[in-house]
């Protein structure tokens, strides 16, 4: 048995996630119990820092150490919080804040050095590339734990998109012995994990991509007409007062993202503030109220979810198991569930999993698997050649160790 801090901020940069777990066995046999959880919010100049880049803002070289050491140093905070009053952990598995992402793409170029030796083989031009900031040697330091970091980067390396990197974690955590499930992370960004009943070789029929935005677009709407004073549609009240337009959702659902088959993977840099002004021009032409265009992007939400199951997966799942943020949407979940009729729309609380918890949950396990040796990507879900070890492992060095 192992006592792992699994850390996390993602595409909504609402907070540090932190889950302090207590891990036992290996993969059919694993089992996790949550001793802690908590929400760590950073303060609101790091936090609007954060989206600014997440957003596009350019920083100099001097500004992304500052900003590096800052994350770094708010994971610390977050990883010796949750102890308090809870037994130490000996292991720390730390997502980072994600800033960029880049799914692998056709048109790189590669310089190739004109060595006049052997030539380098060529890097696979469909090279991604996926930077959490919150240097992980820093956190080892601070913490005096080891520490494991920068997840995505074995998986994209051996040609995979780098995300999503839970559905391992998933199909341990939450498969069930006659169900096939889905389990859909509302997040910023949505990504699914599609796990078959635990029958026959039902690994090898795990299927998961991001879906499309979550929460990214409603909150970057509420955020705009209120100019800041609110962050997200608390509860999707806002939303449920409008009314959605389908004409628009069908519009954009057939826009490239949303047709393109997997392995895929997204994030703000398609889901930004430029993609919603485009939805809000599309708008004018129907003369929509802001509760009808919040209406409307939720439906798009919920619609892009749906059509990514419909289209990709082998048959429909047996229920679907909401987590994130998102789960909290009421009136999202109720057009999920409108819409998946007569599937069922449950959260994975209700299967033994904390919905605010579980991606800090999945990097604690994927940083006791990178302990283990054992590999915590699936190919089939990322496109990678490979399974490989997840993460870089950073020990810490107090003085009467230092060599
Ligand atoms: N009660 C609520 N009602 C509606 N939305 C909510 C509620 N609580 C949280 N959210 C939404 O959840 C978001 C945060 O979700 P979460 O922490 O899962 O995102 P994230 O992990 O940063 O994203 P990602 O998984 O894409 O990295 C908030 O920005 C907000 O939009
Ligand atoms: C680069 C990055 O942080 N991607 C996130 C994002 O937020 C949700 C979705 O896109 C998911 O694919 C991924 O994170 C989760 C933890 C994952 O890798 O499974």
């Not at 389908?246 to 392995?263: I, T």
């Not at 991606?359 to 490989?388: C, H, M, S």
Request: glycine share 10%.
């Amino acid at each position: 048995m192992m006592r792992v801090i699994g850390l996390i901020s993602g595409t909504s940069v609402d907070g540090i996630d932190a889950a302090l777990v207590e891990i036992s066995g290996k993969d059919l046999d694993i089992e996790v119990t949550l001793l802690a959880g908590a929400t760590y919010p950073y303060p609101d100049a790091l936090s609007k820092q954060i989206l600014e880049v997440c957003g596009g803002a350019s920083l100099s070289m001097a500004e992304f150490a500052q900003l590096d050491d800052a994350i770094a140093s708010a994971f610390a905070q977050a990883a010796q919080n949750i102890q308090n009053g809870n037994p130490t952990a000996e292991l720390i598995g730390s997502h980072g804040q994600n800033v960029y992402h880049r799914p692998p793409t056709d048109d790189l170029e590669l310089p190739i050095l004109d060595s006049g030796l052997k030539k380098i083989p060529n890097p696979k031009s469909k090279m991604g590339y996926s930077l959490q900031l919150g240097r992980g040697a820093l956190i080892a330091h601070l913490t005096g734990i080891p520490t494991v970091n920068n997840f995505r980067a074995a998986d994209i390396a051996v040609g995979g998109q780098g995300a999503p990197m839970v559905p391992a974690v998933d199909a341990y955590l939450l498969s069930h012995p006659d169900k096939h499930r889905c389990v859909q992370n509302i997040g910023g960004i949505g990504n699914v994990a599609y796990l078959p009943a635990r029958q026959g070789n039902w690994l090898e029929d795990i299927r998961g991509w991001d879906t499309g935005p979550g929460n990214a677009l409603l909150d970057l709407t509420v955020q705009h007409f209120t100019n800041g004073s609110k962050t997200y549609d608390q509860d999707g009240a806002w939303a449920a007062t409008g009314t959605p337009c389908k004409a628009l959702v069908d519009q954009w659902l057939s826009q490239d993202y949303f047709q393109q088959s997997p392995p895929k993977s997204t994030g703000r840099e398609l889901f930004s503030f430029e993609y919603l002004q485009h939805c809000i021009a599309d708008a004018s032409a129907y003369e929509l109220s802001t509760s009808d265009l919040l209406a409307t992007l939720t439906e798009l939400t919920a619609a892009s979810i749906v059509h990514s199951y419909r289209t990709f997966l082998p048959r429909m799942p047996d229920e679907v198991l909401l987590c994130g943020g998102g789960s909290r949407n009421l009136y999202l979940k109720q057009r999920l569930q409108a819409t998946l009729e007569p599937v069922p729309v449950l959260t994975t609380d209700e299967a033994g999993v904390s919905a605010d918890f579980k991606e800090a949950i999945a990097f604690a396990v994927l940083a006791y698997w990178r302990n283990l040796g054992i590999p915590g990507n699936l190919p089939q879900v990322t496109g990678a050649d490979k399974a490989v070890l997840l993460g870089d492992v950073h020990l810490p060095h107090n003085s009467k160790d230092a060599r």
